[in-house]
């Protein structure tokens, strides 16, 4: 490739005038040779339930957050999608999905090589939902590194945050046992909406940190002394190389690895469709943090991440905090006029607390119900 790079450079006009494109395009060759064996996998088979009945009022359609497009054009989705993109063609990356969102697969992702979308016959949660779309990389590149992204969350400064996940994947590729989370430091007043990653105190010579134990969403107390402790947010974005992830999952969930690596063996078979229904069937839901990640904190690592604008949009809270912060209420101005609740960023509403917000849109929609 960096054979190709340097004879259109020699036979370009341009380069001549423009000196910076010479190491640029060097740049872009190294990146993409740095990431051959490199996969990314979206999870993208949620319901947002907190959030849809708010999203379905100011963005119309489901409501589900991963195709609700909120600022600008695009949907979360695509903007995650175009985010990995930087990094990672679509050729290697695969979005797993529920078999009930193939209308809005449709109007999203036609652009998307097909065999790169992935349908779960079910929603088992987080840890079929990564191991599905792992049996078909692996089946297709079997020395492959993954990069794992949730489909919805927003961040505001999208290459600083690619660029820790090169400096994770590097750091998987150095310690192919190893899973290396993206840890974000904890901002003031969202302290109790987010899991923590307890951090090793030793600090190591590396970028990232052993991993000590995990904390899910504590009280405002315990989360300011994780805080002063330098515990930091999960995000749920992680690197690692697959065989790693199959090492883990058949330590800590063995009905599941056998499960996969079944669904794996059949792909290429003319029964890979009712080998996944049956084991869509039969098989548990598994969380992938709770029942992977934590019991083996010792086979993790975590990259700290200094501020990038980074929110998982969980709570109609968390993303009216972030719309202020940008000045972009006008994102989400219109709303059925029917709506027994004035709208949150309207200045005369009295209700300031995002965790009241979230109150009062969950009876929103109760109310809603109740009148159906």
Not at 60 to 77: A, C, N, P, V
Request: glycine share 6%.
């Amino acid at each position: 490739m960096i054979a190709v790079f340097e004879v259109l450079m020699r036979t370009s006009a341009l380069v001549h005038f423009l000196p910076s494109t010479r190491s640029n395009i060097y740049a872009i060759a190294r990146n993409f040779m740095d990431h051959r064996n490199v996969w990314a996998i979206v999870l993208a088979g949620g319901e947002g339930t907190r959030v849809r009945s708010f999203l379905k009022q100011v963005c119309g359609g489901s409501g589900l957050k991963q195709f609700s497009t909120i600022i600008g054009e695009r949907s979360m989705l695509r903007c995650t999608l175009d985010r990995i993109g930087r990094r990672i063609p679509a050729e290697r990356t695969l979005i797993v999905l529920g078999s009930h969102h193939r209308a809005e697969v449709e109007k999203e992702l036609n652009h998307w090589p097909r065999q790169n979308i992935i349908f779960q016959p079910a929603n088992r949660d987080t840890a079929p939902g990564i191991l599905l779309p792992l049996a078909h990389v692996t089946d297709r590149d079997p020395d492959a590194t993954v990069a794992v992204f949730p489909s919805d969350h927003f961040i505001l400064d999208e290459e600083r945050f690619m660029g820790a996940v090169d400096k994770a994947l590097q750091d998987a590729k150095r310690n192919p046992g190893k899973l290396v989370l993206l840890g974000m430091t904890p901002q003031p007043g969202e302290e109790t909406e987010y899991g923590y990653i307890k951090v090793a105190r030793k600090p190591g010579t590396s970028d990232t940190r052993a991993v000590s134990g995990f904390v899910e969403k504590p009280p405002l107390a315990r989360a300011k002394k994780l805080i002063q402790q330098g515990a930091l947010w999960n995000t749920m974005v992680f690197a690692a190389h697959n065989l790693a992830l199959w090492e883990m999952v058949k330590q800590t969930a063995p009905v599941l690895y056998h499960a996969f690596r079944l669904v794996q063996m059949s792909l290429r078979n003319s029964h890979s469709n009712g080998v996944l229904d049956h084991v869509y069937e039969i098989i548990p839901s598994v969380n992938f943090s709770s029942a992977i990640c934590q019991p083996l904190a010792n086979r993790l690592r975590v990259l700290p991440v200094a501020d990038v604008g980074w929110s998982d949009w969980g709570t109609v809270g968390s993303i009216l905090r972030t719309l202020r912060k940008l000045g972009r209420f006008d994102a989400i101005s219109t709303r059925p006029e029917e709506s027994p609740l004035p709208p949150a960023w309207h200045p005369f509403n009295r209700f300031g607390s995002p965790g009241e917000l979230d109150r009062l849109f969950l009876q929103s929609g109760a109310n809603a119900a109740k009148s159906i």
